[in-house]
């Protein structure tokens, strides 16, 4: 089978690997789409912590179920997605029902190889049923777990106003489920394009450029004064992040879902007087992966919509810098194994 491998930093490599074969307690995917994320851009930059190399990337994934062991329910054939967060199921963190934050996580694509190949081998109890949704939505509904998990973080309450700074897929997917949420979404963003995107197809009422010199201001005229409860970083920018500290509002909470090398900086006495709540959202839990199917059987969200460059699997080599261009406009990208 074809495999696509991020050698180094700035480099993949085509090779030809063997097919996984069935193993115990093991499922094995065809993989249909591979939805391209920050987290794979970033480790092609070299700046993705919790990353070694050679790598082989891709964890937005979705597929035909071909053979596996010990997976009541499945059928051969099926569509499937699943969730890439491979847990131990002993720590102190799967003891208490949070396998999404294992002592010992083996994140697909980061930790262990992922899915930028023809055929993947999965643990079986990671598996996902498609609920009739098509390749492109099963594979876009991890990052809108991502986003779903921070928000659930968030504890969002209905008409309270939700900053999430980054209007990229995880951004925009975090906007999505916080206005199910009940909340009023502010987006904010550096790019125009974005912005307006947002305004756009998800119809969020509030935008924000954070290159503005009164940032500050135009939150204050939009909160009656207040500035919002919650904020929820979906950038994995150091400077977004430490920003974002000045616009909570007093008994504001600070959910991070976004991730970076260095370390927060924040005044203590600002963030003291509000009592702040700083929290971090990682990965997400089954519980957020089936709230997703359900909101896209609904018809809440549609992932698809978000969706700008579409890719041969044979392509994603010559592409892929082109990706992290944002003049290039890319919001998602997907590629179309097989």
């Not at 307690?25 to 994320?37: D, E, L, S, T, V």
């Not at 070299?46 to 790598?55: L, V």
């Not at 937005?60 to 053979?67: I, M, R």
């Not at 912005?195 to 009422?205: I, N, S």
Request: aromatic residues 8%; hydrophobic residues 40%.
């Amino acid at each position: 089978m074809k495999v696509l491998t991020c050698t180094t930093p700035g480099t993949f490599e085509y090779t030809i690997g063997a097919k996984p074969v069935l193993t115990m307690g093991n499922a094995i995917i065809k993989i249909k789409r591979i939805g391209i994320c920050g987290t794979d851009l970033h480790a092609f930059e070299g700046t993705q912590p919790f990353f070694s190399y050679p790598r082989v990337l891709g964890h937005e994934l979705s597929g035909e179920l071909v053979d596996f062991d010990n997976a009541p329910g499945f059928e051969v054939g099926e569509a499937v997605s699943f969730i890439p967060y491979f847990n131990c199921g002993t720590c102190i963190a799967c003891c208490r029902r949070r396998p999404n934050c294992c002592t010992n996580i083996q994140v697909c694509g980061v930790h262990v190889h992922g899915g930028m190949a023809e055929y993947l081998s999965v643990p079986s109890y990671s598996l996902l049923h498609g609920e009739g949704l098509s390749f492109d939505e099963l594979a876009l509904v991890e990052p809108l777990a991502i986003g779903a998990h921070g928000v659930r973080r968030a504890n969002v309450e209905t008409d309270e106003f939700v900053l999430v700074v980054g209007a990229g897929p995880i951004g925009l997917g975090t906007m999505e489920f916080a206005r199910i949420a009940g909340g009023k979404v502010i987006a904010l963003d550096i790019n125009d394009k974005r912005l307006q995107f947002c305004k756009d197809r998800l119809k969020v009422a509030h935008t924000v450029n954070a290159t503005s010199q009164n940032v500050t201001e135009q939150l204050m005229e939009i909160t009656n004064g207040d500035m919002p409860t919650v904020v929820i970083d979906a950038t994995g920018s150091l400077k977004a992040i430490n920003n974002a500290f000045q616009y909570m509002a007093h008994g504001a909470r600070y959910v991070l879902i976004g991730l970076q090398k260095g370390d927060i900086s924040l005044s203590h006495p600002e963030f003291h007087k509000r009592e702040g709540t700083l929290m971090s959202s990682r990965n997400a839990t089954r519980e957020d992966f089936e709230y997703v199917i359900v909101s896209m059987k609904k018809g809440e969200v549609n992932p698809t919509t978000y969706i700008t460059h579409r890719v041969l699997f044979d392509n994603v080599k010559k592409e892929f810098e082109h990706w992290l261009n944002p003049a290039n406009g890319v919001i998602k990208v997907m590629v179309e194994v097989g």
